[in-house]
């Protein structure tokens, strides 16, 4: 994962499903982690959607949990996914935030095999 630099995201592909591995910004972070739990829809912690020592990744299937369009990365109001078919806002955490979408962007089963690498 090197190669995806801060602020960078990729999508790659996992059971046929779009997974988004998102190197976040220091900024990325913080707003993640200020949001108070009252004002999420699916209240989660930024952390419990991390690995610990790593939340500078987020990954999480791209797939809105509205009726299945891919969002899209980095735009929307709180700079996190939008799907622009329903108008659903998610955060920096994958968290949704505003539209009809009922829960939080996935986070698949995965783990750090090394700094690098993912699983
Ligand atoms: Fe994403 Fe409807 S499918 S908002």
Redesign the pocket.
Known sequence: MQAIQVGQAITVKWRGKPVFIRHRTPEDIKAAEAVPMSELPDPQTDQSRVKEGHDQWLVVIGI??????I?LIRQGEFGGFF??????VYDTSGRIRR???PSNLTVPPYQFVSDTKIR
């Open positions: 809105c949990t509205h009726l299945g369009c969002p799907c622009p078919c329903h108008g659903s539209g009809p979408a």
